[in-house]
C-alpha cells in the first residue's frame, strides 16, 4: 500500500470511520494484545471501538476470530517481544482455526521483512483500520470462527469485561524533534495533534464507561495546541469540566514546562510531571539533539516545586550514549541524586537503524551500557525510596483496582502519585474492598517503589 505523505494514526480517525462493510447482522469477534507504552494502549482503546462501530465484538483471545497484537517497535527487545507475542498467537489461533494481524508500530517500520519472514500472519495493517474491519466481515460472511474447542456450536461469546478505571487519551501522535536516538518520526510521521473536540467526546465516553481517571499521552503533551482554541491548559481545564476523579499528563517536554502549564496542572491535574530528561550533560543532550543540562533541568524542578509543593517526578534515561564519557555518566549520577525522582525508566544505548545515533563513532562497548544503566537504576531506587518513604503516616485516598472479599485480605489500589501501568501500586489491607472504590488510607510502609496501606474508612 503506497502512501502520500506520513501515516494517519489510530488515534486521529473519527468513530465514523469504518463502515459496516456489509456484515449486517452477522458479526465476528476479536482480541486485541497491546504491547508496549501507554501510548500504544490509547490505540488499542481507539482501534477497539472502531472496530465495535464496524459491527464486530471484542472477545477474549483465547475465543475471538481475529487476534490483533499491537506492536511496539521502539527498541530491539520490544521488537523480540513483539514477534514472539506474534508467533504464540499464531499457535494458539492455528489450533482452533482462528485468524491473527499483526499492526502497529513494529509493522508500520519493517512490514516488508516481515511479510518475508512470518507468513503465518493472517493480515498485515502497520496503523490502518480498513484491512481488520475487512477481514472481521469476510470472517463474519464466511461463517469462521475461533471459539475455544468444546463451545456450544462453536460460537464464541463476550467475555465479562471489567469496566475500565483509566483511560488513556491520545492528545497528539507522531513528532518533529529531530532527537538523534529515536525512530518515533521514522515510525509515526510528523507531530499531528488531535483535534479538541475529538479528545473530549473521547474522555466523555470513557467516563460514561466507568473510568475514573484520565491520563494524556503523546510524543509530546505539553506542545499541544489547536488554533484557534488555545493549548493545553485550556484544554485540561476543559477536561477537567467533565469531573474525573484524577486527570494525568504523561510525555511532558523539559523545555515545554512553562508556567502557564504548571499552573493549570496545579488547577486541574494531580502533581505528577513526567519528563523525559535522558541526560544531563550538555555535550551528551547536544549529541542526542536535544536541549538543556543539569543545571536547567534542576532550575525547572524548583520552579516546578513551588507551584506543586512535593510533586511527582518520572523521568527516563539513557546510559551508554555513543562517547558518553566516564565523567559524563558520574555527571548524570549526580544528577539523580539531585533531583528528587519519584521514578524512572532507565536503558542501555540501544542503536536503532535509520537513526543518526546508531552511526556515530564512539559508541560504548555493551557491557559498559549494561553496566551503567544498572548504576543509574540503583541510584534511582535510592532516591525513589526516599520519596516514597516521606509518605509513611500519611492518610491519603486510594483507587482499588483489584478488590478483596473478606477482611484479613489484601486489595490493590493507586494514589494520585502512581500513574496506571508504569508505576508502583499500592497494598491495601483492613477490610474487603470493591473495585473502583475509593478509601482513606493510611500508609504504613515502602517495598521498592510500592505503598503498604491501612484501610480506615467506609469505601465510596
Not at 477474549?60 to 521502539?74: E, M
Request: hydrophobic share 45%.
Amino acid at each position: 500500500m503506497t502512501r502520500a505523505g506520513p501515516p494517519r494514526p489510530i488515534a486521529s480517525r473519527t468513530p465514523s470511520s469504518p463502515t459496516r462493510s456489509g456484515c449486517g447482522a452477522a458479526a465476528a469477534t476479536f482480541a486485541i494484545v497491546t504491547l508496549g507504552c501507554p501510548k500504544n494502549e490509547a490505540d488499542s482503546q481507539r482501534l477497539e471501538a472502531l472496530l465495535g462501530a464496524a459491527g464486530h465484538r471484542p472477545a477474549a483471545p483465547r475465543r475471538a476470530d481475529l487476534i490483533i497484537v499491537n506492536t511496539c517497535g521502539f527498541i530491539d527487545a520490544a521488537k523480540e517481544e513483539s514477534i514472539d507475542v506474534l508467533l504464540d498467537a499464531c499457535g494458539s489461533a492455528r489450533r482452533r482455526g482462528a485468524a491473527v494481524a499483526a499492526v502497529g508500530c513494529l509493522v508500520q517500520r519493517h512490514r516488508t521483512e516481515l511479510v518475508a519472514e512470518l507468513p503465518e500472519i493472517d493480515v498485515w495493517a502497520g496503523f490502518e483500520v480498513e484491512p481488520l474491519v475487512a477481514a472481521l466481515a469476510a470472517i463474519a460472511r464466511g461463517g469462521r470462527r475461533g471459539a475455544e474447542e468444546g463451545a456450544a456450536d462453536g460460537a464464541a461469546r463476550t467475555p465479562r469485561r471489567l469496566r475500565p478505571l483509566h483511560a488513556y487519551l491520545k492528545i497528539s501522535d507522531g513528532c518533529d524533534r529531530t532527537c538523534a536516538f529515536c525512530a518515533i518520526p521514522l515510525i509515526k510521521g510528523g507531530y499531528q495533534a488531535v483535534p479538541s473536540r475529538e479528545i473530549l467526546e473521547l474522555a466523555g465516553a470513557a467516563l460514561s464507561r466507568g473510568a475514573r481517571e484520565l491520563v494524556l499521552v503523546g510524543q509530546d503533551t505539553s506542545g499541544w495546541h489547536e488554533p484557534g482554541y488555545g493549548g493545553l491548559a485550556r484544554l485540561l481545564a476543559d477536561l477537567a469540566r467533565l469531573e474525573p476523579l484524577w486527570l494525568r499528563l504523561l510525555y511532558l517536554q523539559p523545555e515545554g514546562i512553562t508556567s502557564e502549564l504548571l499552573e493549570a496542572v496545579a488547577a486541574h491535574a494531580v502533581p505528577y510531571l513526567d519528563v523525559p530528561f535522558q541526560h544531563s550533560s550538555a555535550r551528551v543532550l547536544r549529541a542526542m539533539g536535544r536541549t538543556g543540562d543539569g543545571d536547567a533541568f534542576l532550575a525547572m524542578l524548583e520552579r516546578a516545586r513551588r507551584v506543586l509543593p512535593d510533586v511527582t517526578v518520572r523521568s527516563t534515561f539513557i546510559a551508554g550514549f555513543p562517547g558518553e564519557t566516564d565523567d559524563e555518566f558520574e555527571e548524570l549520577m549526580g544528577f539523580v541524586a539531585a533531583a528528587r525522582l519519584a521514578v524512572a525508566g532507565v536503558f542501555p544505548f540501544d542503536a536503532q537503524d535509520g537513526t543518526r545515533a546508531a552511526a556515530f563513532r564512539q559508541q560504548v562497548a555493551l557491557p559498559l551500557r549494561e553496566e551503567r544503566a544498572a548504576r543509574l537504576a540503583g541510584a534511582v531506587e535510592e532516591a525513589a525510596r526516599v520519596y516514597w518513604e516521606s509518605f509513611v503516616g500519611a492518610s491519603l485516598p486510594v483507587l482499588v483496582t483489584h478488590g478483596c472479599r473478606g477482611r484479613g485480605g489484601e486489595a490493590v489500589g493507586r494514589i494520585d502519585r502512581q500513574a496506571p501501568d508504569v508505576d508502583g501500586i499500592t497494598v491495601l489491607a483492613g477490610s474487603p474492598l470493591r473495585r473502583g472504590a475509593v478509601v482513606r488510607a493510611t500508609v504504613t510502609g515502602v517495598a521498592g517503589y510500592d505503598l503498604l496501606a491501612a484501610c480506615h474508612d467506609v469505601p465510596h
